[in-house]
């Protein structure tokens, strides 16, 4: 199938996957995102069923459409739906808020087990952690600062310029970062590292640009992850392409912190990181795409979107390139649940697409489904796109 083939608008490709209850229960999750006091009363309203044992009712609603299990076990049955589709899953342990180096040494041994669950295993390409996973906030935000003040560009001089307190927790976080890094690269796992907050993001560079400079020598293990809501990030792709140093990984997304940038910006009375607008976060977006796939011999890019038209863009210039659809190196991503209608075309077009399929005890990771509840609201956004596309689906099976 050629790219002018391909349509993001093919409902019986996009949800052949879903049963007729899959789609009705479906339809009404995304109805109920439009009703802003269950966006408000709902994570305590979820806290409490869990706690007077109804945890099954969040288990099998809004868990089941956006997460795929409590642990790796239970993602097997979401990893061997997607592979049916010829689509592979990100296991992410999306447990958050609690700040402890237990929890911290916790985590790490998590994703380890995902690498160890993906190694060897094609329907898994890729890994994926939070730096805030492993490390504490307090300390990535220090390191940032120090970073940014001092113009530092080698990551082991940072230990040093911290005040005495945080240097013990910078280097243990400093130490499973590289061990997540080395275990990915030694087991022949791609692995992102997701982007965070821009007063923490220095470090989380610095860091990840040392570890794509130390093992992406033959190519891309380790990947940054880069938000082009940030004004900034289309310079600092170029500028560190330019450098030559390594095979370069980039999971290209959007942001995902934007009222919460600016608010701090305001208060804090500094430039604000995000760019002005939504045309030119799609135009550094499309900007970036075009970046990565004209340098694919040194780039290895993730288009991670549910972006109709990033998409798009993205099948056109791989065809442009002559590249291979079947070579992960160019390849599409979106979260569990979302945006199937351009997952799955994609897909049975012949192009490299991943879910990310976030897990972990359903206690846990309320504060996740709280977000992809809130990004889903309103009928003009993202809700109303999906919840279109199924009310269309389920008309074409009932025609």
Same mark, same amino acid.
């Given at each position: 199938?050629?790219t002018?083939?391909?349509?993001?608008?093919?409902?019986?490709?996009?949800?052949a996957?879903?049963?007729?209850?899959?789609?009705?229960?479906?339809?009404?999750?995304?109805?109920?995102?439009?009703?802003p *006091?269950?966006?408000?009363? /709902?994570?305590?309203?979820?806290?409490?069923?869990?706690?007077?044992?109804?945890?099954?009712?969040?288990?099998?609603?809004?868990?089941?459409?956006?997460?795929? /299990?409590?642990?790796?076990?239970?993602?097997?049955?979401? +990893?061997?739906?997607?592979?049916q589709? /010829? +689509?592979?899953? $990100?296991?992410?342990?999306?447990?958050?808020?609690?700040e402890?180096?237990? &929890?911290?040494?916790?985590?790490?041994?998590?994703?380890?087990?995902? +690498?160890?669950?993906?190694?060897?295993?094609?329907?898994?390409?890729?890994?994926?952690?939070?730096?805030?996973?492993?490390?504490?906030?307090?300390?990535?935000?220090?390191?940032?600062?120090? $970073?940014?003040?001092?113009?530092?560009?080698?990551?082991?001089?940072?230990?040093?310029?911290?005040?005495?307190?945080?240097?013990?927790?910078?280097?243990?976080?400093? =130490?499973?970062?590289?061990k997540?890094?080395?275990?990915?690269?030694?087991?022949?796992?791609?692995?992102?590292?997701?982007?965070?907050?821009?007063?923490?993001?220095? *470090?989380?560079?610095?860091?990840?640009?040392?570890?794509?400079?130390?093992?992406?020598?033959?190519?891309?293990?380790?990947?940054?992850t880069?938000?082009?809501?940030?004004?900034?990030?289309? *310079?600092?792709?170029?500028?560190?392409?330019?450098? /030559?140093?390594?095979?370069?990984?980039?999971?290209?997304?959007?942001?995902?912190?934007?009222?919460?940038?600016?608010?701090?910006?305001?208060?804090?009375?500094?430039?604000?990181?995000?760019?002005?607008?939504?045309?030119?976060?799609?135009?550094?977006?499309?900007?970036?795409?075009?970046?990565?796939?004209?340098?694919?011999?040194?780039?290895?890019v993730?288009?991670?979107?549910?972006?109709?038209?990033?998409?798009?863009?993205?099948?056109?210039?791989?065809?442009?390139?002559?590249?291979?659809?079947?070579d992960?190196?160019?390849?599409?991503?979106?979260?569990?649940?979302?945006?199937?209608? $351009?997952?799955?075309?994609?897909?049975?077009?012949?192009?490299?697409?991943?879910?990310?399929?976030?897990?972990?005890?359903?206690?846990?990771?309320?504060?996740?489904? &709280?977000?992809?509840?809130?990004?889903?609201?309103?009928?003009?956004?993202?809700?109303?796109?999906?919840?279109?596309? +199924?009310?269309?689906?389920?008309?074409?099976?009932? =025609?």
């Open positions: 199938m050629s002018t083939d391909l349509s993001f608008q093919n409902t019986s490709v996009a949800f996957h879903k049963s007729n209850g899959d789609l009705v229960k479906a339809r009404w999750l995304f109805r109920s995102f439009n009703f *006091a269950l966006l408000t009363y /709902g994570p305590s309203m979820a806290k409490a069923a869990v706690f007077l044992g109804l945890k099954f009712t969040i288990k099998k609603t809004i868990f089941q459409q956006f997460c795929g /299990g409590e642990n790796i076990e239970e993602c097997n049955v979401a +990893i061997q739906n997607l592979a589709s /010829g +689509i592979g899953t $990100i296991l992410d342990y999306s447990v958050e808020g609690e402890s180096e237990e &929890t911290f040494d916790a985590t790490c041994e998590e994703v380890l087990r995902t +690498i160890a669950r993906a190694k060897g295993n094609g329907d898994i390409p890729f890994s994926v952690f939070k730096t805030t996973g492993i490390m504490s906030s307090d300390v990535l935000e220090a390191a940032s600062s120090v $970073i940014e003040v001092n113009q530092i560009v080698d990551s082991s001089l940072i230990e040093n310029l911290l005040s005495e307190n945080l240097q013990p927790a910078w280097k243990q976080g400093y =130490a499973r970062f590289m997540l890094c080395n275990a990915a690269a030694d087991s022949r796992v791609r692995i992102f590292v997701d982007a965070e907050e821009s007063w923490l993001q220095s *470090a989380i560079d610095l860091m990840t640009t040392y570890a794509m400079e130390t093992l992406n020598k033959e190519q891309a293990w380790v990947y940054n880069l938000q082009m809501y940030r004004h900034d990030r289309l *310079a600092y792709l170029e500028r560190q392409v330019a450098e /030559g140093k390594c095979h370069y990984g980039y999971k290209l997304v959007r942001g995902a912190y934007m009222e919460k940038e600016r608010a701090r910006a305001t208060s804090k009375g500094y430039q604000d990181p995000i760019q002005p607008d939504k045309e030119a976060t799609d135009r550094d977006y499309d900007s970036a795409v075009t970046f990565c796939l004209e340098n694919h011999n040194r780039v290895a993730c288009i991670a979107t549910h972006n109709e038209k990033s998409s798009l863009l993205g099948t056109q210039l791989v065809n442009q390139y002559q590249l291979p659809k079947a992960w190196r160019v390849s599409f991503s979106q979260l569990l649940g979302m945006s199937d209608h $351009i997952s799955f075309n994609l897909s049975n077009s012949g192009y490299k697409v991943s879910k990310y399929v976030p897990y972990g005890p359903v206690l846990s990771v309320i504060p996740y489904l &709280t977000r992809r509840a809130q990004e889903n609201s309103g009928m003009a956004g993202q809700m109303g796109r999906e919840l279109a596309l +199924i009310e269309e689906e389920i008309k074409r099976r009932k =025609a």
